[in-house]
């Protein structure tokens, strides 16, 4: 079975995902998007339904092309953008959308299984979208304030209290508006320079749920941090996810056209669960080490089911 992997091959959870695809005797190729036009390159046709990845050097089994339609199942973990060269006479930014046009006819050809496939990847770039989904869908989600206008966001930290900001597309950690006098300051300071998302902060537990298909397998990750992530001493523990979750976190996955995913909540103090986000492409190699539950084997069964 022919899988592509879409990541650097120096990436050591793509490495591992190949190297368990390959013991499992499959033929998985890491497809590094960013040496697309200089490494490889891609030719479709509309009419026939069908194209071809071509590569500069053999790739496993001295393949030195795969047609589109013999790739059953893709495993989306990164997007690197193609190194762009442009010339005097071509603006790189028109460039880069060409070749992220040319390579949607491999993203969304249909006939791959997308593990997971674009719509998702652009989703959960746009963190509102999946909120207002998962609340659709049943989930608690936190009061959130999403723009740039000042007056608002302002009136909205005033209302709520203790509220953090972050990024709407993702990409860096949330840190806390600082009450006080010079909070107008620091809020005209970050919407002069882009939009942000504000949200009223849930305090609690932090809990990731990796759902694979089916099985739905939850970690608590405990920190005095206010993002775990920036918490090097932070510790994975696996523990149980009420059914009732269990199966928000399946209806939330399916509702945003994902295979699997890691679903970051927020449990308070009285039990409630509160959804912060999805992830469709999520790390889980030191979850995995950590704990010793197999998320490779899952995903493998994914990629080849």
Not at 31 to 55: A, K, V
Not at 200 to 214: K, M, P, Q
Not at 250 to 275: Q, S, V
Request: charged share 20%; hydrophobic share 40%; proline share 6%.
């Amino acid at each position: 079975m022919q899988i592509a992997l879409i990541g650097s091959e120096a990436d050591p959870q793509i490495v591992h995902v190949a190297e368990a695809l390959i013991a499992d005797k499959n033929d998985p190729y890491i497809i590094n998007t960013n040496y697309f036009g200089e490494h490889w390159q891609l030719s479709y046709d509309p009419d026939f339904n069908d194209g071809l990845l071509h590569f500069n050097q053999p790739i496993r089994n001295g393949l030195f092309r795969i047609p589109l339609s013999d790739i059953t199942s893709a495993y989306w973990h990164q997007y690197i953008p193609p190194s762009v060269k442009a010339s005097d006479s071509v603006s790189s930014q028109w460039l880069d959308q060409e070749y992220a046009s040319t390579l949607l006819c491999w993203f969304l050809f249909s006939e791959t299984k997308w593990v997971n496939g674009i719509d998702a990847i652009r989703a959960h770039h746009c963190k509102p979208i999946q909120l207002r989904m998962a609340k659709k869908l049943g989930a608690k989600v936190p009061y959130t304030y999403i723009g740039n206008a000042c007056d608002v966001a302002l009136q909205f930290c005033a209302n709520i209290g203790e509220v953090v900001y972050k990024p709407v597309k993702g990409g860096e950690t949330a840190k806390f508006v600082q009450q006080g006098d010079d909070t107008r300051g620091l809020v005209q300071a970050l919407l002069k320079e882009r939009p942000v998302t504000f949200q009223a902060f849930v305090e609690g537990t932090n809990i990731r749920s990796y759902v694979l298909g089916d099985e739905v397998v939850s970690v608590q990750i405990d920190s005095h941090n206010l993002d775990f992530r920036e918490d090097i001493n932070a510790r994975p523990l696996l523990t149980p996810l009420p059914k009732p979750m269990q199966d928000l976190s399946r209806k939330i996955c399916t509702g945003l056209g994902m295979h699997w995913c890691a679903i970051d909540w927020r449990k308070n103090t009285k039990g409630e669960y509160y959804f912060l986000e999805a992830n469709p492409c999520p790390f889980f190699l030191f979850v995995e080490n950590e704990t010793g539950v197999d998320i490779t084997g899952r995903l493998v069964k994914l990629l080849t089911t």
